[in-house]
């Protein structure tokens, strides 16, 4: 009897064991191995739009009319703490729209952009000197280099990559001094990201 009744204790050991076993298969049936979501600066460009959807606030802009007050501000390295730029008409220039909402500790480098009171419907004007305000805008963002996002985005980024013939230009040298300006008359009606803002909002 006492053998019976260990026979299917036994055999459910024996299947909680293959199950276990099975590739990408873990404890409560998750998936092994699943991707963090941890941010890594992902060497940005091309295809940077379908990364980063564009969001129904998103008001077209000129990035020539960006003609406005301006600011500059120095970023010690990369990433900067902005998460997201956009393209103006004909995607030319850059526009940052969303900037992460605080600093987590001094010299916190994804806190460099609220730090330095960097504000959504701000235009790239100027990286290190060199005029890109009405630049194209795959060339803006290869110049800044400064995609947060997620690591599964690395395969997808270096395919998109080589599907344009490389990148349009090579990563400013750091530390970056770069001078936004404001367009006349602009009303931004983008995100502000507050304090309590963490990267699963997204």
């Given amino acids: 009897m006492a053998v019976a009744q260990r026979r299917p204790i036994l055999a459910l050991c024996l299947a909680g064991t293959v199950l276990c ?3 990408g298969q873990g404890f409560v049936g998750s998936p092994a191995g699943r991707l963090s979501s941890s941010r890594v600066v992902a060497r940005v460009g091309a295809e940077y739009q379908e990364r980063q959807s564009p969001r129904d606030a998103d008001l077209p802009f000129d990035a020539a009319a960006a003609t406005g007050d301006t600011v500059d501000v120095s970023f010690k390295k990369r ?3 902005i998460l997201r730029y956009t393209p103006g008409n004909g995607d030319k220039g850059a526009m ?3 900037v992460i909402g605080k600093s987590r500790y001094p010299g916190d480098p994804q806190g460099q952009g609220f730090a330095a009171g960097v504000k959504g419907g701000w235009v790239v004007k100027t990286i290190n000197g060199q005029d890109v305000q009405t630049e194209d805008f795959n060339t803006v ?3 800044l280099d400064d995609e947060v996002a ?3 985005f690395s395969k997808s980024v270096a395919l998109a990559i080589e599907k344009q013939g490389g990148r349009k ?3 400013a040298e750091a530390p970056i001094a770069i001078t936004y300006a404001t367009i006349p008359g602009y009303a931004w009606k983008g995100e502000v990201l ?3 803002w963490e990267p699963a909002h997204r």
């Fill in 96 to 98: 940052v729209q969303e």
């Fill in 169 to 171: 230009a090579q990563p």
């Fill in 150 to 152: 997620d690591p599964r």
């Fill in 194 to 196: 507050g304090a309590d």
């Fill in 79 to 81: 990433p900067f703490g």
């Fill in 21 to 23: 076993l099975l590739p």
């Fill in 141 to 143: 963002m290869d110049l």
